[in-house]
């Protein structure tokens, strides 16, 4: 018998794991930001100009968790490289997956040519270059950390791809729903990496608990619930295992505790098309139709469109920051 949480993790990063082969995108599973528009990551960049003007003399980093193709760094370093601002930055991703290091490579050679993408295996290969500042931005990566499923103070595990719910002395016996697994140890890895830094991420979910499961499967941009109700498995684990992916709504009261308690403040929080605007998408247009043209632009105005449109991605996803500043 497994803990639910160590199931999930060899379904989505085990030897055949889901997580293993590309996923994203209109061949894919399924859509994100990143894979919708450029504009995502140039707006990202927008917002880390005034980080960079303010740090002139330090060596930054930033640094894309959870990559995948290495779209989002791509486009962040194509719009710093245009703005003429990267005198002092290295471009990076964390990826543990061998498989993605040439993919990601490749993405972002295509797309910044003549400029070096770092990859780093792990944090502690991060730690030993001793940036001053790093600026850690991600995508849909809070929602693919493996996690419990409690049930008024029942845990979630697996035996022969069944689900059994088994009481928990210390389990909250009024929450339902997810609580992601190794959250204390990934943002300690964060801080150690070094003494200041910026995290930025993008996320379905809310600050509010929902009282109920969330856990959903997708592919082929097609979703499926694991339940009918908390007894009755609507999902068949073995048929599909690593097929599939696993996400869940994030709570982002949890992050946001985890976070604090390092000494961070929260530098924002709200949903996707009011924080993309505070970063200046407005200004990253401007700039575009200057430097591409009105036609170019055009042809990017969906898509666009569909980052910050509430019923699309707009309103259904978050974005958080977190600084932590001696
Ligand atoms: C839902 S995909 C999002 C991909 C991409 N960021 C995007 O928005 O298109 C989640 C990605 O996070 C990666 N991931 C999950 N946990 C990770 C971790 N602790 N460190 C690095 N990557 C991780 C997975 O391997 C997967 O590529």
Known sequence: MQKFS??????????NGYYRTLRVGKEGDFYTS??????FGYSI?????????????QRIAIVEI????GNLISD??????????LKNVEFATLEPLQDLHSIQKDTFKSVCEGLELKIFNAFADLKKESFDFIIFISNELLDAFACELYYEGKMAFVEDFRLQFLSQKEADSSFIGEIPVGACEFIKEIE??????????????????????????YRGHTTQNLFKNYKEQDFDLKENFGKWDITYDVDFSFWEKEFLKTGAKELFFGRQNR???DFGLDQVGQWYIHTFGLES?????SKIRTLIEPALLGERFFGVGFLKVL
């Open 192 to 217: 150690d990496c070094a003494k200041e830094w910026l995290f930025i991420t993008f996320d379905y979910g809310s600050k509010q608990k929902r009282g109920e499961f969330s856990l959903r499967f």
């Open 297 to 301: 632009f055009m042809q990017q105005s």
């Open 275 to 277: 924080v993309l605007v």
């Open 6 to 15: 160590e199931f999930m993790q060899e379904w989505l990063y085990g030897e």
């Open 66 to 69: 959870g990559a995948e193709r």
């Open 76 to 85: 962040v370093a194509f719009y710093l490289r245009h703005k003429n601002h």
């Open 45 to 57: 960049a927008n917002y880390l100009l005034e980080f960079l003007q303010n740090r002139p003399n």
């Open 34 to 39: 990143v894979s919708v528009s450029a504009f």
